[in-house]
């Protein structure tokens, strides 16, 4: 066996979607592995980047894939794909060697990633390459509430809405705020590609109670929405989604960086009501305390557990004083 890695093409997404499903489905035991994840597509993150993005092929056969995601200062990989047939044969490692590759040409020294909590081989792969396991990061939803069932919902400014000029305003609005959560944190590519390919909506969310000339914006959430995105069918997905933070932890930041979190997520409950979608999904790393515990006040409840794996070992945006949303699937 002579495994090769090069660069994904446009051409092999459907047979790398095809082996997503294949190996997940296979792993946690489905009867038909294809049932797994359907109405999701998690393939597109090749639009992101097409030279992130790889697949090993054995004799012209593609038999996995990985794609690496740059958000600025951070990054992470996924989802690493292995047929079965190829398992325990060093070939996820080779994928994971082509991503830090990635990282390493590109500068990105702080890495993290979600993998399961509860597969020794998965842990032991990533520790290969420096990542460490550390808090619990979960995955939950709550069911959106119909708009004529409940007081009107904080509507948030809309990023596909805005003119241009304002867009790239709001693109170096949105990089200002997340330099606060982590230095070098970016999220422009992911906000302009979910906008191109029209797989959800960015909501924006202005400080309130100021005059116009001081007000900032206070968050932002990339969610995605509905069948073939990483949300799927009747749902919306919160890709990404922060508040201001600062250098102060005290109670009163707290408060108010809680507040707007829960400002932010009415605004994406209200996108997702307005669009007819049934559920509404996010994710958090039990370390960010204070946004979990509003999760959790607000009726959303964990779907899945996973581990998060940062490389180095450092928390990054892990604190409770990050009000982020995200999981790193």
């Known amino acids: 066996m002579a495994i090769t890695i090069r660069a994904m093409q446009e051409a092999d997404l459907a047979i790398a979607d095809h082996l997503f499903r294949l190996a997940f489905g296979t792993f946690i035991g489905l009867p038909d592995p294809q049932d797994f994840a359907r109405t999701m597509n998690y393939m597109n993150r090749w639009y992101l980047d097409p030279s992130a993005a790889f697949v090993a092929e054995d004799n012209g056969q593609i038999v996995g894939s990985n794609i690496a995601v740059n958000w600025g200062s951070f990054g992470g990989f996924g989802p690493l794909t292995v047929h079965p047939d190829y398992w325990n044969q060093k070939v996820g490692q080779q994928l994971v060697s082509a991503a830090m590759d990635y990282f390493a040409q590109h500068q990105i020294s702080q890495l993290g990633?979600?993998?399961?909590?509860?597969?020794?081989?998965?842990?032991?792969?990533?520790?290969?390459?420096?990542?460490?396991?550390r808090c619990l990061t979960a995955v939950m939803s709550k069911p959106v509430q119909p708009q004529n069932s409940q007081p009107p919902l904080q509507p948030g400014l809309r990023y596909s809405e805005l003119a241009a000029a304002t867009q790239a305003d709001s693109l170096a609005r949105c990089a200002e705020l997340t330099n606060t959560v982590f230095e070098g944190l970016d999220l422009s590519n992911e906000i302009r590609t979910v906008a191109a390919r029209h797989w959800g909506e960015t909501v924006l969310l202005e400080s309130q109670g100021s005059p116009v000339e001081n007000q900032h914006l206070e968050g932002f959430a990339i969610c995605h929405c509905g069948e073939g995105t990483e949300a799927g069918k009747d749902a919306c997905y919160v890709k990404f989604g922060a508040v201001r933070s600062g250098d102060s932890r005290g109670d009163r930041f707290a408060n108010r960086a809680s507040e707007s979190l829960a400002s932010l997520l009415q605004a994406c409950e209200g996108l997702a009501a307005q669009r007819g979608l049934s559920t509404l999904i996010c994710g958090v790393n039990t370390e960010r305390q204070g946004a979990y515990q509003l999760l959790r006040s607000l009726g959303f409840r964990i779907d899945i557990l996973g581990v998060a794996m940062l490389c180095p070992n450092q928390p990054a945006f892990n604190h409770p004083g990050a009000f982020v949303l995200d999981d790193w699937r």
């Open 113 to 133: 990633i979600f993998t399961f909590s509860n597969s020794p081989k998965h842990l032991a792969l990533y520790e290969r390459f420096r990542f460490h396991p």
